[in-house]
């Protein structure tokens, strides 16, 4: 009878789970899972090299100035700020969420986030380093060389483990619990019905065809401009750059908009300011969709019920260089 | 019997407590004194404004751009890095324990840190906003908004109230429990008998004559150059911008030497790269003595012992902008 009883209980658990997750198991956006296997050691190391200018030539330019984990992993602005001020080509993407992208760069030329993390600090509108100067810096300085032997287990220290750690670090930087992922997840009330409408418009006119999956984009290269071409005053050709193709003309990874209300301004150009410009353009070029003003907004309010947990850390302090280090190169 | 048990060893609590206190009460440096009478919630505040670049007209430089957490509450550069990388005129000094100094800037013209907080928003080699313009940007984000109004217990924003909530945020920036104030509180092994006759050095040769106080420096204005003239391409001339008078030509704050150790490089010009250089240096400008290289070597040894606890906190999340807020202008 207790047997019984523990059965029907199980069996009972088992339904309601069923239910619990099956409610939402048919929707093409996933919840962003929490971060597993991470070599805490090495996410450490990588959070300080992530947070050091000194891995620019003029020792003022970090990772985090135009990927600020202040401001949803962007700098905010159209296009990046490089060493000298130099204006960059394109628009910096968020670095959070970033580890579920199919691939880096908005033209994807990067395989994995390590070899992302090596681009910048050897370009020269960028960081403007080289991959041996930032080596040599590194490697003068005695807190790094402690820290990388005591998480690599040698002497070592190269641009491979450097972008390593970085790349740990950047896994770690994943947003759970936004309120639509509350709501995913089964708590009905976490999004209000304007927003679920928004939801079910972002569904039903296509835009969920390329935003889909845990970070509701990020997993596919699409052609900006597909129903009517995209006017842009910017030069960057997008994919094409990357297979040579001329049918990747003007094709990008598709931007993730897990906390897009905080990545602003938009599109691989940053030329949409506000997200119902960005949303009103895409409806139009892509799906040759007009929004109306009150479709527009509740796409736009659905949304914002993506930004989640901002990853939440203490500010590095890192270890200083010494009379031997190679000293930043600003005005020269 | 009881109570004259217990008058006794109160009264050996406190000859002890005398003792404790008194091994190192005759010496011309104090422990740093943690934090005490913070209004946190004005401090958080504070901590948020001080990481926000949309301070500044470009959206790219904060206040720690300059003035690094991570690094020593330096940027490490010989001068500072401006809008459009423009080069600035002077060596950051470090934010750590600044509040603690006599007054603000090399040339201490900003009584405190609230006056000294206004100064680079609006300079336009610096920050290059404006007061009206950094008021207008924090009163048109709804986070800031709200968190004012928690605050200070109103709507009004402006400049007074920013640079309060910045100046609070930098009173928390202290460095206590060196191993130098380890071993003035009592600990005779905080420190070694080479950094201790460092420190020997340091006070019979004059370096303490300036540099005393719970800061190590930063609470009395000094010629640069006193028995031989101080040589630099450098055409700052320190305090005379402020007070007008002949006299104070290439005078300036004494820099605190808490965490020197992570400040470099040195001097108002940033022109010395190490501590053995600055030391060679003041020690035949200001004091009319060459150290010898073991010298030299002890007095560093000693100045390294004043690296203190680092200010630990969680990174700040700014609010995010509204379609409303003014943009910023990198490139105009």
């Known amino acids: 009878m207790r047997i ?15 239910v619990a997750v099956g409610v939402r198991a048919e929707e093409p956006i996933q919840p962003i899972q929490p971060v597993k296997e991470i070599n805490q050691a090495l996410a450490e190391l990588g959070k300080k090299l992530y947070f050091d200018p000194r891995l620019s030539k003029s020792g003022f330019i970090s990772c985090n100035s135009c990927h600020n984990l202040s401001m949803g992993g962007t700098d905010n602005l159209k296009t990046s700020i ?34 992302q993390a090596g681009g910048p600090i050897a370009n020269p509108g960028e960081m403007a380093s080289s991959h041996t100067l930032a080596v040599d810096v590194v490697a003068s300085i005695p807190g790094y060389v402690r820290e990388f032997k005591l998480v690599f287990g040698g002497n070592e220290i190269n641009i491979d483990r450097i972008t390593d750690a970085i790349a740990e670090f950047e896994k770690t930087l994943v947003t759970p619990n936004s309120r639509f992922d509350q709501w995913l997840l089964g708590d009905a009330d976490a999004i209000s019905t304007f927003e679920r409408e928004g939801y079910e418009l972002f569904k039903t006119s296509g835009c969920v065809a390329c935003h889909n999956g845990e970070a509701v984009g990020g997993n ?57 410009e960005a949303t009103d353009v895409m409806g139009r070029l892509q799906l040759g969709r007009q929004f109306s003003d009150e479709e527009n907004a509740k796409i736009v309010a659905f949304l914002k019920t993506l930004t989640g947990d901002q990853p939440q850390f203490l500010m590095p302090i890192l270890p200083p260089s010494v009379d031997g280090t190679p000293r930043p190169q600003p005005f020269d």
């Open 220 to 276: 596919s290269f699409q052609k900006m401009g597909i129903v009517e071409p995209y006017q842009t005053q910017n030069g960057v050709e997008g994919r094409v750059a990357v297979t040579g193709k001329d049918a990747d003309r003007f094709t990008f990874k598709v931007p993730t908009l897990r906390n897009v209300e905080l990545t602003y301004p938009y599109f691989h150009d940053g030329e949409a300011e506000t997200l119902t």
């Open 4 to 18: 019984t009883q523990c059965l029907q209980q199980a069996l009972l658990g088992v339904s309601i789970a069923a």
């Open 82 to 115: 490089g060493d000298k001020w130099q204006q960059g080509p394109i628009n910096s993407p968020t670095v959070l969420n970033s580890s579920l992208s199919v691939a880096q760069f908005w033209d994807g030329r990067a395989a994995d986030l390590k070899e």
